[in-house]
Structure formats: structure tokens, C-alpha cells
């Protein structure tokens, strides 16, 4: 019975070790979000469903505004703190078990809705920008906001096979470099 007992217990170790294993691969150290690699795991397997279901797919850039001189200002640890919380504010916008939020490097997250058409992501996406002001992190270095602002660049697609994934994240790109064009601590959509 000893052996038994001992066989058990290796199992649920070996069990406990690749379930650490598996979150070290796929989530983001410091946020807890998803890190890139799952991103775009995921991003893969969603656009495929989308052209599958004729279905929209929305994603999102998020980028946090003036970041560098708050990191100047306050310093990396204050940095790292204020990451976090946007990326709390950030996951607790995506509502559905299929969003994900995720980080995509430095002070950039990324968003992707499945099933959610231009009109609901733009929507979940002003939420999201507000909640980041609400947040309430002052940002004396900002010339922007008082307090730690977002700007926030998406694109919705339904594919329909002609269109290739990369054009999404393109187009959600440049709705984001458009709005900090047009001033920061804003959204931009682009999508049918």
C-alpha cells in the first residue's frame, strides 16, 4: 500500500510541475496576463473559428500614454505597479470566457473579442479607457492627463477568406497610432 501511496503522490507532483510549467509558458510574469506566445495561440485559433462561423472578430492595441515619463518620473517599481493595474482594469473588461487580454510587450495589451461586432467592442474599449483614468494614478510627467491615461486602437473584421490575420492587427495598429495622433487618452475603431 506504501508504494501505492508513493506512486500517488509522484503522479500529483509531476501533475502540480507541468501545470506551473504550463502557466510559466503562457502567462506574463509580471501582469498575469496572457503573454505573447498565448496571444497569438489564441488569436490563430479564433480567427480560424471567425471564417469558419462568419463571425466577427474584434481586437484591440491598448498603450499607455507617455509610460516612458512616468517610468523617468517615479521610477521602474512605480512603473511596474501601474502596469499592473491597468492590466487588472484590462482583464476584468474582457466579460466572455473567449476574450482575452494579454500583454504584447513593454506598456502595450492587446484585446481580442470573439463574436463581438465593431459597435460592442468600441464600446467595451471606452469603458476600458476610462477605467484606466479612473484609476486615478497621478502622471505629473504627462502631457496628456493629470493621472495615467490609455489610448486604445481596434479594428472588427468578420473574415470571409480573402482577408489574411495579420490585416487585423494592422488595422488595429493604425486606428491606435491615429489616436495618438489626434491627442492620446482615446479610442479609435475601424470595422464593419
Known sequence: QTVVMARVALHLQVVRQRRMLE????????????????FDEIFAIEWQRARRNHAPLSLAILDIDAFKQYNDRYGHPA??????????????AM????????????????????DTDAANAEGV???????????????????VAPVLSASIGGATLVPDGA????????????ELYRAKQAGRNRVHWRGR
Open 79 to 92: 512603473g511596474d505597479r501601474a502596469l499592473r493595474s491597468v492590466a487588472r482594469v484590462a482583464y476584468a
Open 23 to 38: 502557466r510559466l509558458a503562457n502567462i506574463d510574469g509580471l501582469t498575469e496576463l496572457a503573454n505573447r506566445r498565448r
Open 125 to 143: 474599449m471606452e469603458e476600458l479607457r476610462e477605467a484606466v483614468v479612473n484609476l486615478a494614478i497621478a502622471h505629473e510627467a504627462s502631457s
Open 163 to 174: 482577408e489574411l490575420q495579420f490585416e487585423l492587427f494592422e488595422a488595429a495598429d493604425a
Open 95 to 114: 466579460r466572455r470566457p473567449t476574450d482575452l487580454a494579454a500583454r504584447y510587450g513593454g506598456e502595450e495589451l492587446v484585446l481580442l473579442m470573439p
